[in-house]
């Protein structure tokens, strides 16, 4: 049986919108229902969130990006969060995860989904755990009851898509904390864990998963199951307690395959370089080709300022080998919660990393992109160049003062691309940039 069969929600989004999503994806509409029917694509849209854009994830869709807002504990604006939203659609991102932990988190999340049509995805962990530590409680100190309440309230709110930590164990987690340099940096993964030395039970996500499977059915809520043990610096990336939560995740999203739920794979932070390829290549191995959605991964760890560039390194190569969601990573990372500008960087390294993973794929829309560029910088045609460009703005800005020129202000009369044209060339008399 297939998803589709199973999920009546999924199936009518498909067929009201598959014409239009094939023709973005440049795929046949049967690909795509193949696809989707065998969870190794999945579709954003959970129909209470008015206007949502249906959004593909998987092979053979186009590499999406994902931007991360909300609110923390030391910082609390609202406003700058709702402008985030906004500008992270406006720099091309695909889809928005709220992971905001202080204010009114329902009414945030309600601003968010009514501001913004891209698929919104969630961590209820966090309201779970901002509700305790809001009263004097411990961040652990939530029941099973409330879980399952607190994950139906965000899926009849318009939640697309939720970050659900099923997947880590008391084993994984006794794992995580014994042997690791940085133990369990996961936020979900790390309260999980708390949860479960406090009440000496298991994780109950995970005892409570068939009843999470039915909530999430009944509006089309894709699960992205979360990656609690996930390696949080490179020495950690690749141990037991990653490995074991993985083939973990590969089962239960068999058994909601089974039951018609959507689910993607959360996948590594902190990788070396030179274990990406495996690292990826074993996750989609264990999880049965199912959409891959990976934060980074950082390719190094000394990068504190620059981590944006450290996430599209490694971005770019889990791209290549198989993922198909990128989480991005701005210069705050580590450091401080995103401003706007940190988020529009954050955006474009992404995309960069998976533009350059497309055209390496040969993938024919992103190899057309390329050439288009490289025939424009050829003509010197910089309105071309412009709309080939990841990110116009920047370049209409770096470009202003010399908009009026046909060469950039690098080479000027000695541009390389017009030095064999036989064009007269005049070199100015004095140049206008050059110190008094």
């Known amino acids: 049986m297939s998803i589709r069969s199973k999920n009546p929600i999924c199936s009518s989004i498909l067929r009201n919108h598959l014409a239009a999503l094939a023709e973005a994806e440049g795929l046949a509409p049967q690909t795509i229902e193949a696809a989707v029917d065998a969870g190794t694509m999945v579709v954003l849209a959970n129909p209470a969130h008015k206007g949502v854009i249906p959004t593909l994830i998987g092979q053979p869709a186009t590499v999406k990006v994902n931007a991360n807002i909300g609110t923390s504990m030391f910082v609390t604006d609202v406003a700058m ?3 985030k939203a906004r500008l992270a659609r406006k720099a091309g991102a695909h889809a928005l995860m709220d992971l905001s932990t ?78 690791r340099v940085t133990g369990i940096v996961s936020r979900g993964g790390s309260i999980l864990g708390r949860w479960m030395r406090r009440h000496d039970a298991e994780n109950p ?45 590969g089962e239960l999203a ?16 902190h990788v070396p370089l ?14 049965d080709g199912a959409p891959l959605y990976v934060l980074g991964p950082l390719t190094t760890d000394c990068a504190p300022g620059y981590d944006h560039i ?45 533009q350059s993973a497309e055209t390496a794929l040969g993938r024919p829309a992103a190899v057309a992109r390329d050439l288009g560029m490289s025939q424009a910088r050829a003509a010197l045609d910089w309105e071309a160049m412009t709309g080939f460009a990841l990110d116009p703005e920047l370049v209409r800005t770096r470009r202003a003062k010399h908009s009026q020129e046909k060469e950039c202000a690098m080479c000027g009369a000695l541009c390389a691309m017009r030095m064999m044209t036989g064009d007269n060339f005049q070199c100015p008399e004095k140049d206008k940039d050059a110190p008094q």
Not at 224 to 238: E, F, H, K, V
Not at 254 to 269: D, F, L, N
Not at 310 to 327: N, P
Request: hydrophobic share 45%; with cysteine; charged share 20%.
């Open 274 to 287: 030179h274990l990406v390829q495996g690292q990826i290549q074993g996750i989609k191995r264990l999880t």
């Open 254 to 269: 068999r058994r909601a395959k089974a039951k018609g739920v959507q689910t993607m794979i959360e996948g590594p932070g």
């Open 102 to 179: 202080a204010g009114d988190l329902e009414a945030i999340r309600r601003d968010i989904l009514d501001a913004v049509p891209l698929p919104l995805g969630t961590v209820p962990l966090y309201a779970l755990a901002q509700r305790h530590v809001s009263r004097g409680g411990d961040p652990s100190d939530f029941t099973e009851d409330e879980i399952l309440a607190e994950i139906a309230a965000q899926a009849a709110a318009g939640v697309d898509f939720m970050t659900l930590h099923c997947g880590i164990t008391r084993r994984g987690a006794h794992l995580a904390a014994a042997g």
């Open 205 to 249: 996500f995970l005892t409570r998963y068939d009843d999470i499977l039915d909530i999430c059915l009944a509006h089309n809520v894709t699960i992205s199951l979360g990656d609690g043990l996930r390696p949080g610096c490179g020495a950690d990336a690749g141990d037991g307690a990653q490995w074991e939560e993985v083939i973990n995740l």
């Open 81 to 83: 969060e709702l402008d």
């Open 310 to 354: 450290a996430g599209a390194i490694g971005g770019a190569l889990a791209a290549y080998f198989g993922a198909d969601f990128l989480c991005y990573l701005t210069p705050a990372e580590h450091l401080t919660l995103p401003a706007p500008d940190d988020v529009w960087a954050g955006i474009k390294a992404s995309l960069v990393a998976a």
